[in-house]
């Protein structure tokens, strides 16, 4: 049985020190993140999956911005041993595409970033924000942005 996931805003996450020893030095070092990166940067070969998300841009070096704003910026959801960051860089400004079996299906607004406890795995997709609209931090029960 999945546990719920807690929330923590991100000013409460940092505070409380969740945000502390995710590595960021090397967020495209391994084949698993490049081919991450590939997978979610291009809508090629989306039609053969249930639910890929796709960023508008195709930058390397946008794509890596992404998640080190979400690690600095975002709100932090702890689901059992995972610890996920969101982070809406302005919440309803679309930042890609949400494709079910290669067609669009809404507008994504938040990235995720997951894997964060492994240096070698941490990448990112889209979400959309309205997803976590009901979600309140844990610590202070106000909104996670």
């Known amino acids: 049985m999945r546990t719920r996931p807690t929330y923590y805003c991100s000013t409460h ?7 502390a020893g995710i590595d960021t030095s090397n967020l ?3 084949t698993y993140q490049r081919d991450k990166r590939v997978k979610h940067t291009s809508t090629s070969g ?4 249930p639910v890929r998300t796709v960023f508008d841009s195709k930058s390397t070096a946008d794509y ?8 600095t910026y975002g709100a932090v959801q702890l689901q059992g041993a995972r610890k996920n960051l969101l982070y809406p860089p302005s919440t309803s400004s679309a930042l890609g595409t949400r494709l079910n079996w290669g067609v669009e299906a809404s507008k994504p607004d938040t990235i ?9 795995r941490i990448h990112a997709f889209l979400e959309n924000s309205s997803n976590y609209s009901t979600c309140r931090c844990a610590k202070g029960g106000c909104a996670l942005w």
């Open 46 to 49: 989306s039609s053969s999956e």
């Open 112 to 120: 995720v970033v997951v894997n964060t406890s492994q240096a070698t």
């Open 64 to 71: 890596a911005k992404c998640i080190e704003e979400a690690i």
């Open 13 to 19: 996450a940092a505070a409380l020190g969740l945000k």
């Open 28 to 30: 495209l070092g391994t």
